[in-house]
């Protein structure tokens, strides 16, 4: 069984300039939820897809988005980058929206906004 | 609002000691799970423990929902016990979706 995989692990762009983070879901999972982590902070929720549709979003503006493809791979979008979206990105999957056994997280992606 | 607190912020503890871990929350929840965030950033789960009590060797978890908290118990500490460990409870009514606590440092010394 493999596990959740995220690409790439590190990442700096320029202010302005948009970016694309991916995440394999573990085998045989049908959710996943990209979290936004700031330094010294707890994971805060962006978005969940479940079988390809957006199914609840936190507090991000638009210029956040994502996609999930019939594999339950996944992307997060983000457009004209600002400093404070410097942070670590978490990508979890779960089967039927975590009410089974819950998340499991991948190791990241830490992207640094210059 | 929905809020979840973590008690104690820091803890540092000396090998083979044992520590209790709070999260209280402020709602009635569907789930919740305690992570262990590693020093390179990846959340280990612990426990997907909604209700009662699970044992995974030295570490244990209760979660007593009625009440609005949950506890998460190390024995016999260890140096590979450092970090930050994070409840995240699925409020009931809601997405379902985590919500993090700040989370406990823990540094376990030699």
């Known amino acids: 069984e493999t596990g959740v995989t995220q690409s790439p692990t590190h990442l700096i762009k320029t202010r302005g300039q948009q970016v694309t983070l991916r995440c394999s879901s573990q085998?045989?999972?049908?959710?996943v939820s990209w979290y936004q982590q700031a330094l010294g902070q707890g994971p805060q929720f962006i978005f969940q897809?479940?079988?390809?549709?957006?199914?609840g979003r936190g507090n991000f503006p638009p210029r956040f988005s994502g996609l999930q493809f019939p594999n339950y791979s996944s992307e997060l979008n983000v457009n004209a980058l600002e400093l404070d979206d410097s942070a670590l990105y978490l990508c979890?999957?779960?089967?039927?929206?975590?009410?089974?056994?819950?998340?499991?997280f991948g190791s990241g992606t830490r992207l640094t906004v210059v | 609002g929905i809020q979840v607190e973590q008690s104690p912020p820091d803890l540092i503890l000396q090998e083979g000691a044992n520590s209790t871990l709070r999260c209280n929350f402020s709602d009635s929840v569907n789930n919740l799970q305690w992570f262990h965030q590693n020093p390179w950033g990846q959340l280990i789960n612990l426990f997907y423990i909604p209700s009662g009590t699970k044992q995974n060797g030295r570490l244990s978890a209760t979660t007593v929902a009625t009440e609005r908290y949950s506890l998460l118990y190390i024995s016999s500490s260890q140096t590979t016990d450092s970090g930050v460990y994070f409840c995240?409870?699925?409020?009931?009514?809601?997405?379902?979706?985590?919500?993090f606590g700040a989370g406990t440092r823990l540094a376990v010394h030699p």
């Open positions: 897809y479940y079988r390809e549709e957006e199914n």
């Open positions: 979890a999957s779960s089967l039927v929206q975590g009410r089974k056994d819950g998340y499991t």
């Open positions: 995240a409870p699925v409020f009931s009514g809601g997405y379902n979706k985590l919500i």
């Open positions: 085998s045989g999972h049908n959710t």
